[in-house]
């Protein structure tokens, strides 16, 4: 759930009237964007969507966003387009925080995953990770291995009551982790949170990707083991190897995935479970209980740890290692 | 905070397809109304306003309401319009709640209320009150004199550890608005909930009245009471007799107040605190700790009418009796 900043008329008119969008007709918040404060906003040339960075993105970061979004764009890939002011600048402040205007992409997230969205899906991060391949900007990926241990040591006094036992199964995951995590894998810019309400599909089609403010620069193969945590368990927490094939396949006829990055996906898909598990577990603890916001169950993303913990082979995921040697 | 129901994808698609309306390209929940689940819905013939109504909204209402959108549009009060399905109904069923469709509203509701806001609100209120008058159904106002006690019965105990005596203030307060509640003054649909956010205006003009879950059958001047004790206080709490009187000259200009009407204001604003009073004083104390509500303070409410119960005539207001007399 976002976080709604109260802008003010004149406030709001002053700042779009650094922009050649028309004059503003309507500006809604809406519920988009875990991090930011998101609104609907349109003038009497269309919509559009403005962005309030919220305490939880760094102000440094935003060049990076913004100019990875420009670069994107440029090279087709569907994605939500920074404006740029009279004066060039597409990064401005309103109401005391950075704040930018992007085009309005067309689609809807998909509310119940079949088996074509993850096809989808594959093809429009391999899409991603090419046209980015040449972007000159780079990001460190501060939720990557290295930061999980600091993350996990802010709240592995409250583990236990969370799920008990949980400190000690996270300790000794991060053990394995930290020894065995791949260090060589191809890398450039990734999405890194390309879960389903991140993900745009008009009917069939995906019609392109919101939210990159985790984007960064680390592995590919990573980028696909966070997918494949957030798009191919069902709810009732099965794995569905058809979901992950589809993934796989899609992404690897328009990107090749090498045999090191393939055999790498078990562990890959355990530290994205990790990931996500400890930011979960991290806002569950820290999280005032009268907080406007939903927190997440970490215990869903402790059971895809566990089911990737069983994975000797990519071949648990559809796509076996052998197939592109 | 509005409440979310998760829409699916076909869901959607086949509760649109009942109408003329184009394909969906996009539906966004937006930070609209308190009661329900309010979508800015987007096809390809342009922004539409989908709404779920949920349960603290009666359903047997909303024959009223939508037929009272339908009235009043026709009559050229600027307020959503209901769009009617290929079969001629305006209300159907998404998700498992009554839903509905309605145009949408362009304009913003003022964050900073001005005094010429309160002059675009009287006219506004003005002409809903006159277009409303040959509406043929009628709505009870439960959340008048007669439904208060009932509803402090419900949280009285409460009371005193939101704000120290406040039982015993709302008691005496209930027994002088039971004994002088005027029950012979003119009548006809009011909107009851017109508070800034019910607003929207373009620039300078009010561009239109959203939200009308509370409209019912009350005196007009209880709307008007409503209204002075919205818009005119001070965010410091001190009351603005411009922008009161503005909103009084401007409404009376096009629908004249009566005598007993302006006599009556005292008392009716008041009740109208004592209302707002009792249904936030009601959530405090039943709105779970965890919930995604955020509770408004029932103390701002409680100053409004220590404020009011000091006022012995219209004159505080903005406007003399002896004016219209």
Redesign the interface.
């Known amino acids: ?1 976002a976080v ?1 900043t ?5 406030d ?1 008119e002053a700042f779009v009237a650094e922009y050649d969008i028309g004059a ?9 964007g875990v991090e930011n404060s998101n609104y ?1 906003l ?1 003038t009497d040339t269309g ?1 559009y969507i403005l962005t309030l960075y919220e305490k939880r993105v760094n102000p440094d970061d935003l060049p990076f966003f913004l100019n990875l979004l420009d670069h994107l764009a440029a090279r087709g890939v569907k994605c939500p387009t920074p404006i740029h002011g009279r004066d060039g600048r597409a990064l401005r402040e309103l109401c005391g925080r950075p704040a930018a205007i992007t085009s ?1 992409l ?3 997230w ?3 995953i079949l088996p074509h969205h993850t096809a989808e899906l594959g093809k429009a991060m391999a899409e991603l990770h090419a046209a980015g391949a040449d972007f000159p900007m780079s990001r460190r990926n501060d939720l990557s291995v290295d930061g999980w241990r600091p993350l996990f040591d802010r709240c592995a006094d409250a583990a236990d009551s969370v799920r008990p036992g949980l400190r000690e199964t996270v300790a000794r995951e991060l053990d394995v982790l930290e020894a065995r995590w791949p260090r060589d894998l191809p890398t450039g810019v990734i999405h890194a949170d390309l879960f389903p309400d991140n993900v745009f ?2 009917g069939e089609k995906c019609s392109g990707l919101i939210d990159f403010y985790f984007a960064c620069t680390d592995a590919f193969a990573y980028d696909i083991a966070i997918c494949l945590n957030a798009w191919c368990f069902e709810p009732d927490g099965q794995f569905n190897i058809t979901k992950a094939r589809n993934l796989l396949l899609a992404y690897s006829r328009l990107k090749p995935v090498s045999k090191a990055e393939l055999e790498a996906l078990p562990i890959l898909c355990r530290g994205a479970a990790m990931r996500f598990l400890l930011t979960r577990l991290y806002d569950w603890v820290n999280t005032p ?2 907080a ?3 927190r997440k169950d970490p215990g869903e993303y402790l059971h895809k740890l566990v089911f990737h913990q069983q994975v000797d082979s990519a071949a648990a995921y559809g796509l076996d290692p052998a197939d592109v040697a």
């Open positions: 759930m709604y109260d802008v003010s008329d004149e709001l503003v007709e309507s500006c809604k918040g809406i519920a988009e609907l349109q919509p309005f067309r689609g809807m998909p509310k119940r599909f008009l209980e009268g406007m916001v939903k």
